[in-house]
Structure formats: C-alpha cells, structure tokens
C-alpha cells in the first residue's frame, strides 16, 4: 500500500534528518519527497510518498513524539476519496468530473450530486451517480443551508466540490466541512469579487479573463487559492462570449486544482497554500 | 507615403459602402483594412492603412462631408512619432524600450527621458538621448507636475510613455496630455490596485502574476486597458521573486502596448479600448 | 434569418467599394465584417454577416458577375451543421463535445459516433446519440476504410470531427470528404509527428507540451492548422503524466476549433487557414 | 557564506537520511532543499542551499566516502560566476542582458561579448564591457573556432552564453566547454530545426510561435532543453512580424533559463534537465 505522510511544523534544524532516519528504520521506500520551508514564519511543509509494510499507526506515534507538539502530520493512504459535488444549473465544470469519472480517470468515488435546481439531473443520472435537489425556494439561507447540510452529511464525504454552485455560504456551513469545501470562482481573483464576474470584466474592457479554484472559508471568494489560469481576449468578445470562454478555464482549473487535492498535495496556512 | 485613416463615428447602414467608394475615387491602394461595430452602443470603428497620391486636406474635408457630424477621423502618416518617456528608479522597462531603440526597431523618436531621480541618468545617457531630472524633493505636488509639464511640453511629444514613473498624476496633469499617456501598471488589474501590488499578491497567496498596459485618465489605475499579460507563480515566490519575475511581464506588455500606438490601432471609447 | 458570407478572390483594387456597393443595394444589415489581404500572394478574404430580407440564389448570381472568375463565394445560414464525430478509445474530446451538446452550447447537430472499437458507446448512448462500431479486426485498411466511408454518407455530415480516432487515413478517404475533416493532433506540430507524440516528448525532455488541431489532407499531420495550444510540464512528468495533462489541452483546442468551423470563420489556402 | 551543493548519485534507499545526517553533524542550515528521484533510471538529484561556518574540503572529502563511487558532487559558492556572451548582429537577447547587468539584476560578471561581426561594439561599449570581434571573414569554419576559443579562454568563463550567436558549432568547440555553453533557440523545439525557423514556421501556418534555450551538445539544436515559452500568432503575421514577436519570446527564456544556471539549479543527464 501506498500512503502520503504529510507534516506542517515549526521549522528547526534537523527536522529532514531526524524525520528521514525514522523512515529508514521503518524501511520504507520513499517514492517522492518535497519539502518547504517559508523562512518569514518558520514553518517547514513535507510531502513523503512511501510504500512498504509497515504499522501506520505505530508510525503516526512515533512522529508525534519525534516532532514539536504543535506539529499537524497527516498519513493518507492512496487510495479513492469519496466526495461529493455541488452544483446549481450550469454542465461544464460538472460534466468535465462526470466524464472523467466514466472513464475512470478520476481518482475518487462520486457519492452524490446535490443541487438546488433540477436542471442538471438528467445529466447525473445519465452516469449511474445519485442527485439530489434541496431546492431553496420558500426556504430562508439558514434553512436551505441546514437542509444541504444533511443531505451532504449522509455521503460523509472527504471533500465537497462546488462545481458552480451560486449560493452564499454561511460560516456555519463553512465551519462544518471546515478546509474541505473546493470552490471554482469565475474570475482571476482578486479581481471582480462577487456577482457576475464576466459582465464587470467585459465594462472594465479587460483584455484577459480567468478562473480561480479556492478553499472555501468564511469570507466570500476570499480562500486560500490552489490553482489559477487565464485566457486573453479582445474587444470582439461580448461578456456572454467572455463566459462561454471562461467556461474553458474554469472546468480546468477546477479539475486541476480537484486531483492536486485527491492526491493529498495542498497545505493551506496563512489564508495561502503550499502545493508539494 | 503610407496614412493610417481611423474612422470612429455612429454606425448606420451603409458605412463602409460609402467609405469605400470615396477611397476608390481617390484611386487609393488599400493596404489593410480592418472594421469592428459595437452594436450595444451602435458605434463604428474602421482603420485603413492607405497607399497613393492625394491631397490629404481634401480627404479628410471628403470625409467630413460624408459622415455623420459627430465622426471623430484621423489620418496619420507612417512617420516615427515623437515620444517623451517618464521614469522614476527602476531600468527594466526603459531599458527594453532603450535597446529597441538603438537597434532601430522602435517607430519613434525618443525626445527626453524625464524622472524625478537622477539614478538612470547614467543609463539613458549611454544611448546619447537627453535625460532631465525633475526632483519632487521639497515640492508639493502641485508645483511639481507643474514642472514636469513644462519640462514634457518643451520637447512637443505626441505620446508619453510612463516606463513605472511611480508618481500619481492629478487631473491637470491627466487633462494636459489628454489621452497621449502610456502607463504600464504592475498588476493584472483591476486587482491590486494601489502601491505595492506585489506585496499584495503575495499575501493573496496568487498562483498568477500579470501586468497591464492602458492609457491614463483621472482615476489612478482606471483608464482604458490596451494590453495584459500574467506569468505562473508558486509558493517558492517570496514577493521580491514575483517582483522581479513580473518585471518580464511588465516591459513586454508596455512594449506591445507601445507598438500598437505607434502603429496608431488604438480606439478609445467607453473607457475602454478597441484595437484594428 | 442570418449568412455568413464567405469570399475569397484574387485581390483589385475597389473591391470592398463593389461588394458593400451590392449590400447597400440589397438593403441588407452588416452585422459583423472582417477582410484579409495576403499581399505576397494577391488574395482577398471577406466574411461578412448579414440579416435582411432577400433572395439568397439571386444574391450568389449578382455576387458572381461581380467578381473575377475564379472566386469562392458562399453563403452559409446560421443553422446548426449536421456533423458525424470518429473516435477511437479515448473519451475525453469525446465527452468534452458531448457536454456542450447536452447542455445546448454545441451549434450542431451530432448525426452519430463512429468508433472502430466498442469501448464509447456506452458514453454516447448515455446522450442519446446513434454509436456504430465499425471494426477494423481482420480487415485491410482499404476494406475499413470503405465501410467507414459508407457508414459516414448515411449521416450526410457537413463536418467529420476526428475526436482522437487513431487510425491513419488513407487518400481516397481524404479526398472523399474533402475540406470537411477536422483532426486533433496530440501534439504541438509540427513537433512530433507520428506515433505516441508524448513518449517523444518525453523523450525529448521538453517543457511545453501542446496540441494542434487541424484540417486532413493528404499528408499526416500536414494539413491547415485551425488552432494550437500548450501548457508548460517539468521533469517531475512522467510521460503519462504528460499525456493526462495534454488532455485538457486536446480537448479545449478541438473544441475551440470545431466552434470556429460551426461559424463558418475558416478559409483555407496553400496549406495555411486566415480565420476572420 | 551560502554555498549550493548539489548532488546526482544511483537511487538507494536511506540516501536523504545519509546526507541529512552529515548535514546535520557539520551544523549546518539548510535553507533550500530539494530531491527528485527519476525511478525509471534510478537516479537521485538533491539541491540544497546551506550557510554555516564549515570546512568545504572536508565536507567534499565526507559527502564522497558516504556516497556510492559513481556520484557528482558540486559545491557551489553563492557568488557572481563570470561568463562571456557570444553574439552576432542582432541586440534583443545581448540587450535584455545588458540591461540586468546595468541594472544589476544580473548575478553575473560579463567578461566580455565576443561577437563574429563588429556591429554590436557599439552598444556593448556603452555598458563598459569588452567587445571583441573574431571576424570570420576569409577563414575555414574551423580556423575560426581555434581563435573563438583562444578569445573565451582568455577570459575563463564559468559560462558561455550564446545570445543569437548565429553560427553552427563544431564538436571540438563544444567538447572544450563541455556543459558550459546556453543557447537560445529561435524556435519551440524540436519544430523547424535548422535556419530562418519563423519563416518555416509562417509557412507551415502555425497558430503559435516559442523559443527554446537549452544546453550546446554535438548535434545542432539538439541539446537538453532548459527553458521554453510561446506566443499566439495568426494569419495577419507576416513571417518578420512573427520575427519580431518572437524576439520578445527569446530574450525571456534565455533570460530566465540564464538565471536559473547562475542559481545552480539545473542537472542534466540523459540529454534532459532536472530543475530543482
């Protein structure tokens, strides 16, 4: 079995070795190794991929011991993680996960699609994965937001995609999947924050568009970034020409920044994230 | 002689029938020809590169004829335009435009270099143009725009490039040179407004840094884009790394940026720019 | 009802003047015009979008005297194209155009998926769409061929959309459906030709990886370039890493080019495209 | 003072703990680290940038006894490496240099720009540098390279930097500078190999344009790559303007992979580079 140790401590001299002695008397084999240090606050970040046999939750201790204590170390098994994706009306980033799904290139177990419209069913169900619709009409947010909530928490999902899901999220919500909620935004952030990206792009007359995928924390669009593109374009683009090709960079982005997460590579710290 | 003919006026059936008639009857060679129609606010935009014998005042005096009386037109001859450059302390984009120039491949003459330090005198000497320092120290800066005004206004530019002079304009000095300022800001805008953008998107945690190019009105950063352009970045970027890796994006985005005026492709409307 | 009028001739003088002379006539509305001289070869390219009331047969008449003998002239209405998608295996252009499809983006009507191999048409019937398998086992690649060329004639297809269909096609095939096959070449051409464009890559140690997608003509990876892309990889890229990041850059460049030819925006000549 | 030592030895297991260890005996810090194991060739880089008060010899001396035999060992200083710049007629890639180092931006000292043509002396003498010209005139191609050599010696060079040095290479040239010679390609290799690749690449229509720096080996154009970047190009671009625009893509990468060699960052080894 393949597993990823990831640890996030106070950076001190020594850490490497004493960290990779540990690992040569457990006799792993260490596939991959990264490591960073932001020296500005001291923190050291190390990505191990190791296979061999092994007792994880001796070696989980003997970290703890070997570490400060307020170290964060994570030992994840390579293996499919289970989430579950959020959605409202539009198909393209949804239907880029669902076609990598089918063909099992995606390295997890949809369990659901939860959305607030209906419009996007048949599409799910066309690939043999459950949806369902917690509509929020008549529903004030926190009612509606209780009721995802649920929905969601049957799945007991790892990670929860918002695959254009167009509804503000509550802290309480947030709190709940804290640092497991994936957003895409629809601009190149921080620019063009809040309703309607596309259209504020085109009057302000920008000669490039992009995406932005983010951890979800409390404040709107204001999380941690994992991945950003951008494409140019030109006076001829309409904004509805400007969102239909920034549906190109979206879908991407939001894909790229969904397997560095499945394969375990994202430290988040400082509202920023380090990516090994 | 080669004359760039750029027609902006309201659009109406029939334009470029009647343009293009009066061109023929001028026994004139069309060299390129582009159009663009904004059909939300109904404008018209054609810019014709013209070769052949005519009397350019009789032309124009056609054309005026022709056209609706609010038609903004424009015939400009291939010749080098005269450019005064504004700087401050950093070389990285004067310099570009520098070489440029010694190589003979910039389509302008460089008038004056003025800045309110004397630190690249000594580069901008070197390629024997005239360097004039106009220090701020001591000065509101009322008194010192003033200065600088009429330090530009000797030297008769028909275009200022501001190669990251990092002083903010007031409106006299904007209203003065209407619509023949050039600045390069370092920044995808409109994030990052203000000083110091990179710091600030570093503390962002961006995965993507970018520069724009746009002319200079009234508001500080605000006015019509002409050119934008990003570079990836990751978390190994402390913000003097994003600095220094922006400064390749900035000087290639002023430069284009610069061509596209020199070669007079630049429409201005709306606060925004159209290019043919 | 909307045209688009396409010509290309050999450039004169007057040109534009005579043919917006005959719009004006018609009465028609210019809703979108762009033209192009190649000056080293002497040829005229207009596209042109037209509304209006008229008669489209007595328009191409009026169109053909006016011009020299040899022009292309056609008039195309914006309607959605029939068009027939090749594959293979691989679903990801597939089911990137499927997506699009479904959601009502796509401005085509996909007559059938025709793969050489079973493995798609559970993804494509999913969409309701007709799949035929058309074997290539135990047959000469002529033999294949001619059964491929009967099953595409049933669908009588304005556009053939070779979606990662990995056989090699033979003269009689190209010529057969001439100007109307579109190919997605899973490299950045013309580096790369050939098998397994990304083990070479790989090879190579390259750090962009790209595709192109393109017209068949009769030479292999020969024909008119319609669009390209690429994305930056490093030495941490195996090459199926390469491979699966290249997806994304085959799919969004098929796409992009296949929208391009939906608008009927593509001239072809000497084995190059001018896109207007 | 800080010091890069960079290590390429036959993968095994307890490699990082081995060199962590020592590391750690001579208490040093380790401000930078980085591996990559390439596990089809079984091979291990490691790049780490430490400070400390430490006898290098000794170090040198123990890294070797810890080492297998067959390993490269570099222990690289943190100080400005002299290089010479080759070139010929054209400025852009000396220019962009020329400016960092005025600027100084550029960890380097420039001994001199060698150059085959007298036309660039001007615009190196400007900076203060030495420029020497080596004239082939009248001489075989390999009496040329005897007194090219004897120039470069003269002046030792760490490394020689080939800013469009525009003449092909012997093996006897490349062998006395063995791994000490970038070069920027004026094309995306391996495409349009060989002269005048923006014209090939206009005729060929292609929809992007790059250039390549990457290390001087025997073969032409064939050595490992460093560093690759593109721009979007189309029909408008004659084959000069594809020059021009092109211009703007070579000097980055040369810039940018120059930078990364006077940083100690690049390995190569199987005619590719690892980059860490």
Redesign the interface.
Known sequence: MEYRLLIETNDE??L??KI??L??EY?L????????????VNKFFMRTVITGEFDNVQLLKDLKELLPNESEIKLSPNTKKDIVILATK???CL??I???Y??G?LEANIKAVIANHEILRD?VE??GIEFVCVSHEGLTREIHEDKMIEAIDTYEPELIVLAKYMRILNPKFVKHFNRKILNIHHS?????IGANPYKQAWQ?????I?ATAHYVTDDLDEG???????I?V???Y?WENMR?AGR?VEK?VL??ALNLLLEDRVFIY??????L
């Open positions: 001299k020594g490497v070795y990779s002695k690992l040569f006799n084999n260490i596939e991959k190794n990264a490591e960073y240090v932001d020296n500005e539009e198909a393209h239907g880029d669902l076609i990598r089918a063909s290139e599409l066309k690939f190149f952030l921080p620019a063009f302000r007359g920008v000669k490039i992009g941690p970034i994992i991945s950003q593109d951008v140019h030109d006076h001829n309409s239909d190109n991407i894909s790229n400082n509202n920023k994230t380090v990516i």
